[in-house]
């Protein structure tokens, strides 16, 4: 397992990665069919420097893929699980913080749509982080199962002749 830093940083980028990836795709796909208002690659200005929508979910996108890379040690379930609980998290977190402190309304006034394509644009993110972070590890920290030989069994080595 790498350490720390290393596994921040790869977090931030493979954040980064899925937002252009996975959570663009998916936005895409629900623009295509109608589902969705939003295109993909939005560059409209985000308050207060005028950052283009894009770069401004590529960069909080990267600050919880910072989390998500230095927890990594401590999952249990398979990555792209718990990088779907990632992207619920942080839909959740939008909803409920992040879209009041910026004067939208409360979880988008309950509407129930608007709310579950937060969940699969979000979750679809996650799922993209837990999927490209292993792939970014340098290949000495990969974890590959070895098929083992089994031993003699303890004092087998005694009967044996010299």
Same mark, same amino acid.
């Given at each position: 397992? =790498?350490?720390? @830093?290393? @596994?921040a940083?790869? &977090?931030?980028? %493979?954040a980064?990665?899925?937002?252009l990836? *996975?959570?663009q795709g !998916?936005l895409a796909? $629900?623009?295509?069919? &109608?589902?969705s208002?939003?295109?993909p690659? @939005? ?5 207060p *420097? %005028?950052?283009?929508?894009i770069?401004?979910?590529?960069? #909080? ?6 989390? *998500?890379? $230095? ?6 379930? =398979? $990555? #792209?699980?718990? &990088? ?10 939008a ?8 004067? +939208?309304?409360f %979880? +988008?006034d #309950?509407q129930? #749509? =608007? !709310?579950?394509?937060? *969940? ?6 996650g799922?993209?982080?837990?999927l490209?972070?292993p792939m970014?590890?340098?290949r &000495? ?5 070895? =098929?083992?030989?089994?031993s %003699?069994p303890?004092?087998a080595?005694e009967? $044996?002749p010299?």
């Amino acid at each position: 397992m =790498p350490d720390a @830093r290393t @596994r921040a940083f790869l &977090g931030f980028v %493979a954040a980064v990665i899925s937002v252009l990836t *996975f959570h663009q795709g !998916m936005l895409a796909l $629900l623009h295509i069919v &109608g589902w969705s208002p939003f295109v993909p690659y @939005r560059s409209t200005p985000v308050p207060p *420097f %005028a950052i283009p929508y894009i770069a401004n979910v590529c960069f #909080w996108s990267g600050l919880y893929g910072v989390l *998500f890379g $230095l927890l990594w040690a401590r999952f249990t379930l =398979p $990555l #792209w699980c718990c &990088g779907l609980v990632l992207g619920v998290v942080s839909a959740v977190i939008a909803m409920f913080v992040v879209a009041p402190m910026k004067g +939208y309304p409360f %979880a +988008y006034d #309950w509407q129930p #749509w =608007p !709310m579950a394509r937060s *969940f699969l644009v979000n979750g679809f993110w996650g799922i993209g982080v837990g999927l490209i972070l292993p792939m970014l590890m340098p290949r &000495g920290d990969r974890v590959i199962s070895v =098929p083992t030989v089994p031993s %003699a069994p303890v004092g087998a080595h005694e009967s $044996l002749p010299h």
